[in-house]
């Protein structure tokens, strides 16, 4: 490539991912879910529940997460190459440049649709305070600067052509601005995400509604999150569509992008399957099966997978795509897979968003009910866990599978045989009032921490095989989390299109071997975009972590879009 870039799937790298790799290592088969309390609902094992590969029986189990899957890896380097292993950029690229590039181009137009003041308070406007006249709207101003346009190739802005404040009796409009951007060739609708009251009620609008989509599979099953599909449809006719549509006439080489952050990327996908089509069925539609005779000539030459169709009312087809970043479920499986090649879908990390639907609630509420139905379940998975419980030496040759287990939930090991002690966090242990304090230690008013010695170990563990206590607690977790995503069986919606995730994490590199340093090495972040291929394994459950909410933000949406385009471009 141009740009240097190898095109290759790169292996991962052993050493500096396996921690972080969605797949079971070193695995035991698990023990069996015990047989089910008639009496409680039954949790049916599922059968793509596969069990883990075995591993030796002198070794606990080691999950690195909850999911497995199936990706490739670009790492940000000039060595390799995008994840879908096609040179970049390629044909089918609306705008007609490299994948990251867009990725970055339309993170900023995404983040600029909240105004100038939510782009400082992210901590990513680049624009003066002062701008130089009060005749066009400041937020307005900030956007043409923070996207690299001019103020006047803005067309629409919510902030000074608002439309009513309700269109519907359910759902008002979301905040848009509609702009012509010659640097790409391309119309772009940028959608705001939730901000205000009547955003949030769109986001809670969560039951699942048919779309209909004409040149789809007839066989197949097409839902989407009802509140953001009837926002898409206040948008579909009206101001913005007519302003389009007229960019568009005026503009004939030029084609339409669409795109939004958070509750504006699941609007704006939406609206991109209503005002577009497949390129064969608009190929089908021009010679005359269901549409205009006309020739193909008659428009501009078809190279992107999806174009406007007919039934849109834009000048029909022209080149159409869809960026969304941090974007909720809108789309079920089926209409996931119809828009690949429409819809570019980028995920942060461990951004929550994108994984809860209506499905995951009612997971949720299942997995509740279960828990309140086995009192002390709860406690007890928390107090293993932490090393609350301490529990005395299994019974010789009885192992927890082998157990009866009355309850839903598979039993604990040793929950049949021995009863558990829980020792308060102040209590001191059985030998420390025997231990000898010498005449400095008392005239001090301490003792000395004995815990911090190399030889110490903790009395409560002496004569007790820490290895197999580890395989069989291992084995009940994960006997105890196979039964409880069995129940996990609701129907959900994913992120639409093609779903890429950007990780950010931080490495050390090695430094210069002849540095003076004892270990010469410094800090550096490492960006990895990845592309799913298994969306509803990857996104049927969220992955709880201390920036899951962090993560949702558009500034580090921006940021590691800005930190991706400068290794790879």
């Known amino acids: 490539m141009d740009d240097g870039t190898r095109t290759s799937n790169l292996p991962m790298a052993q050493d500096d991912f ?23 609902p039954t949790f049916a094992a599922s059968p793509n529940d596969e069990p883990p590969p075995a591993q030796r029986p002198d070794r606990p189990r080691h999950s690195a997460s909850m999911h497995t899957l199936r990706s490739t890896l670009t790492t940000t380097c000039r060595e390799a190459s995008l994840p879908t292993g096609v040179p970049e950029p390629k044909s089918g690229n609306f705008p007609h440049q490299h994948l990251v590039s867009n990725l970055q181009h339309f993170a900023r137009y995404s ?26 709207h400041a937020n307005n101003h900030a956007f043409a600067h923070h996207v690299g346009i001019h103020v006047e190739d803005i067309l629409l802005s919510s902030f000074t052509d608002p439309g009513p404040t309700f269109e519907t009796d359910k759902i008002s409009q979301i905040v848009n601005y509609v702009a012509v951007d010659h640097s790409v060739k391309a119309v772009v609708l940028a959608c705001r995400g939730s901000l205000g009251l009547a955003d ?72 991109s399957i209503l005002w577009s089509t ?24 078809i190279s992107t997978p999806f174009v406007t169709s007919f039934a849109s009312g834009l000048p029909p087809g ?4 869809c960026y969304t970043y941090g974007v909720p479920c809108v789309a079920s499986p089926d209409l996931v897979a119809y828009c690949r090649g429409l819809v570019i879908s980028t995920v942060h990390n461990y951004d929550i968003v994108p994984t809860l639907s209506l499905g995951v609630l009612r997971d949720f509420k299942s997995m509740a009910v279960g828990f309140y139905a086995e009192q002390g379940l709860c406690e007890e998975i928390v107090g293993r866990v932490i090393g609350l419980y301490r529990g005395t ?11 009866p287990t009355p309850g839903r939930f598979p039993s604990s090991p040793d929950s049949e045989t021995q009863p558990h002690k829980l020792d308060s966090a102040t209590d001191p242990a059985d030998e420390s009032r025997d231990v000898a304090l010498s005449t400095d230690e008392l005239r001090a008013g301490r003792g000395t921490n004995k815990a911090v010695e190399p030889a110490y170990r903790d009395p409560n563990l002496l004569g007790s095989d820490l290895i197999a206590s580890d395989v069989e607690l291992s084995n009940w977790l994960w006997s105890l989390r196979t039964t409880i995503r069995a129940s ?11 779903v890429y995730v950007v990780e950010n994490y931080g490495v050390f590199i090695a430094g210069d071997s002849s540095s003076a340093l004892p270990h010469p090495r410094r800090e550096g972040r490492r960006v990895l975009l990845r592309a799913i291929d298994d969306v509803e394994r990857r996104f049927s459950e969220p992955v709880f972590s201390r920036t899951m909410l ?3 933000s558009p500034a580090a949406y921006e940021i590691n879009c800005d930190l991706l385009a400068a290794a790879v471009m």
């Open 18 to 40: 396996d921690h972080r790799r969605m797949t079971s290592t070193d695995a035991t088969g698990p023990s069996q879910p015990a047989p089910l309390s008639p009496q409680a």
């Open 111 to 136: 983040s600029a649709a909240y105004g100038q003041s939510f782009l400082r308070i992210f901590g990513i406007a680049k624009h003066e305070f002062k701008f130089p006249h009060t005749e066009i």
């Open 200 to 271: 949030i009620l769109t986001d809670l609008t969560c039951s699942y509604e048919p779309i209909p989509i004409p040149d789809g599979d007839p066989d197949g099953t097409y839902y989407v999150h009802s509140g953001m599909y009837c926002s898409s449809t206040t948008l579909q006719r009206g101001t913005v569509h007519d302003v389009i549509a007229d960019a568009l006439a005026k503009y004939p080489e030029y084609g339409l992008v669409l795109c939004g952050h958070s509750l504006g990327g699941g609007v704006a996908s939406l609206l």
């Open 278 to 301: 497949p390129a064969p069925a608009f190929r089908q539609h021009v010679d005359g099966l269901g549409g205009p005779k006309r020739a193909v000539d008659d428009f501009p030459p």
């Open 318 to 321: 022209r080149p159409i795509s």
């Open 393 to 403: 030496s299994p019974t010789p040759g009885v192992s927890s599978s082998d157990r």
């Open 488 to 498: 996990s069986d609701n129907e959900k919606l994913y992120p639409p299109g093609t």
């Open 550 to 552: 962090s993560d949702h």
